[in-house]
């Protein structure tokens, strides 16, 4: 009798720990944001948006979104009259406040900065690397997701770094045949059948090859050829880095800097260019010469291209004539990549 008491208190209790657990599970909507299912305490969950569209939000046209942390519908890229104040994206709103995101992360070699234009031009240092194997190549460059996930790019495979602690864990790890990427971004427009979607591009400096890289254990090449900078002439490569957002519910920016193939020797080859670049071909339209030269980093915000060198020069760079401007010269760093989601507040 006593041994089946004892049998019955323990099942009860055994229960009343997977309860709790499961409770505290769906109640945990941190972890569970970002898996497609509207869990308990989410209102949506990347693209599911329980049905809802722009119009239920008040407005007359548009793509409605979900926020990164699952909590809210973002109106950002809905258009028409409306007196919501979610809109980020609406200018003439007098309720705006900067988003959370606005950070534009760069990296040397061992460390991750970062700028918050919403607040100050400033370069903020998170920390110093870990986590990494020794020796190491270090981060080639890094790209950030529509949600602020960052991934960085080394000789040996990919990793996602924690923003707030510049803590890594690697995520995919490449053949030693690999090529070498310097430039990294996620870019939108670069799937025909989801425009919206973030795909993983690299670019080489080799021979300005532009190519989407799929991070899947299950493929043997990770690298998918889209085509060249400037083709056929293959005159310009990357000088360094990629950056690219969404600015309307179906409009995209891409941007690179390009240097020529003879590097920086012949004429009209003095400093990096500026290029707007096709997302699905690689295709470039030169805007013009920077003034600088090693443009390893870019980053977006507002109305503002950010671009870092191997220099340690920290410049503002117009994205209609490629003028630069000097913000701060850092002599002992040098930049090596940069990236800010692909979803930046941007002025309209």
Not at 13 to 23: I, R
Not at 142 to 167: M, P, R
Not at 275 to 283: H, L
Not at 297 to 307: I, K, M, P, Q, V
């Amino acid at each position: 009798m006593k041994r089946l008491l004892l049998t019955i208190i323990t099942l009860i209790a055994f229960a009343s720990c997977v309860d709790s657990k499961n409770t505290s599970n769906n109640n945990n909507n941190v972890t569970l944001c970002g898996n497609g299912v509207i869990d308990q305490g989410e209102k949506c969950d990347q693209d599911n948006l329980a049905g809802r569209t722009c119009v239920d939000e008040g407005f007359e046209t548009g793509a409605l979104q979900c926020s990164s942390d699952c909590q809210e519908y973002d109106t950002s890229y809905c258009s028409g009259n409306t007196n919501n104040t979610n809109n980020t994206n609406n200018t003439n709103n007098t309720n705006w406040i900067p988003p959370t995101n606005s950070r534009v992360y760069v990296n040397t070699k061992d460390k991750l900065f970062y700028i918050d234009p919403g607040t100050s031009s400033e370069l903020i240092e998170v920390g110093t690397f870990t986590g990494i194997p020794t020796p190491f190549s270090g981060f080639y460059d890094i790209a950030v997701t529509e949600q602020g996930v960052i991934t960085g790019i080394s000789e040996d495979g990919l990793y996602i770094i924690n923003k707030d602690t510049a803590e890594c864990t690697l995520d995919y790890t490449f053949s030693t045949e690999a090529p070498h990427f310097f430039a990294l971004s996620y870019v939108k427009g670069a799937d025909p059948d989801n425009l919206n979607r973030d795909v993983l591009i690299g670019a080489s400096a080799e021979d300005g090859e532009w190519v989407e890289i799929e991070p899947d254990e299950m493929l043997q090449d990770p690298f998918i050829h889209l085509g060249w900078y400037d083709f056929p002439n293959y005159f310009y490569v990357s000088s360094g880095d990629i950056t690219s957002f969404q600015t309307g519910f179906d409009t995209f920016k891409t941007y690179a800097t390009l240097k020529c193939g003879s590097y920086y020797e012949d004429e009209g080859c003095e400093s990096d260019w500026l290029a707007e670049i096709e997302p699905q071909t690689g295709d470039a339209r030169l805007i013009g010469q920077t003034g600088y030269q090693q443009i390893f980093a870019l980053g977006f915000w507002g109305d503002t291209l950010y671009g870092f060198t191997k220099y340690g020069e920290y410049i503002l760079i117009d994205t209609d004539t490629a003028a630069s401007t000097l913000v701060q010269e850092y002599q002992d760093l040098q930049f090596w990549g940069a990236g800010n989601t692909t979803k930046p507040y941007i002025v309209q």
